[in-house]
């Protein structure tokens, strides 16, 4: 998989409260921390939901226009009251909940005017177009633009973390200068040339590089955890990563 997926606008939110689980657990709770708790998740993960927006047919506005309803309903009404735990991946209740949602939308005819929805959720759609440019660029189905997003997003906020890991002025050089290898079985180019300009010996290049890509690797799996409720469906959520961006 590739490591250079677009950088997705984030919100800057505490992850100790933003799980999945916390949410299907506590979704009869409304006083509780799962309101809270999922405007969280849905500041991280709207790109995936404009994706299949567009792939479905709307325009840019329109799809900007159902995805802040869409959250808006979900947040503000009663669109927990479907979660049960045989719905435990964040990702497959978001997709089932706006399907559903654009179903109805089109029934009934609604041109959603912007800024019609009071107290949307804050996110910086303006350059939504450009975030899911490849998943607009290829003739791609909802579903798959859909799931091609959401990888990217998991894979940007892991390489966020990792980026932050390395602060100061000679592991910034090292991660900007490794970045390129942490796709799978990436490759250090004129090893011995990079780790001279670095200040390195090769064999500590390599090592560096290992580390980075198994730290990344870590990441991404920390990542998947928050959106799933399950253990078991970790390694599912993993192999759908991987399917969706080959």
Avoid at 126 to 135: G, K, T
Wanted: hydrophobic share 40%; glycine share 6%; net charge neutral.
């Amino acid at each position: 998989m590739s490591t250079q997926p677009q950088r997705t606008p984030v919100a800057n939110v505490g992850f100790a409260t933003t799980q999945w689980s916390v949410i299907l657990h506590a979704a009869d709770d409304v006083s509780g921390a799962s309101p809270g708790a999922l405007e969280a998740l849905c500041s991280i993960y709207w790109p995936p939901l404009y994706a299949y927006a567009r792939r479905d047919g709307l325009s840019p506005q329109d799809a900007q226009d159902a995805v802040q309803d869409f959250l808006h309903r979900l947040l503000h009404g009663n669109g927990l009251a479907s979660v049960s735990p045989d719905k435990g991946r964040f990702r497959t209740f978001l997709l089932v909940a706006l399907k559903n949602f654009l179903i109805s939308r089109a029934r009934k005819e609604q041109a959603i005017k912007r800024g019609g929805a009071a107290d949307r959720l804050c996110l910086d759609t303006n350059n939504a177009e450009a975030l899911c440019e490849s998943e607009l660029a290829d003739q791609m189905s909802p579903d798959k633009a859909f799931d091609r997003r959401w990888a990217h997003t998991i894979m940007t906020l892991a390489l966020d973390r990792l980026r932050d890991e390395h602060k100061s002025i000679q592991q910034a050089r090292v991660f900007a200068a490794l970045q390129p290898v942490l796709s799978e079985g990436g490759r250090v180019e004129n090893q011995a040339a990079l780790a001279t300009e670095l200040g390195v010996t090769p064999g500590a290049l390599a090592t560096a590089a290992t580390r980075l890509r198994q730290r990344y690797r870590e990441f991404i799996e920390a990542e998947v955890r928050r959106t799933v409720d399950k253990p078991a469906d970790v390694q599912e959520e993993l192999r759908a990563l991987r399917t969706a961006w080959t």
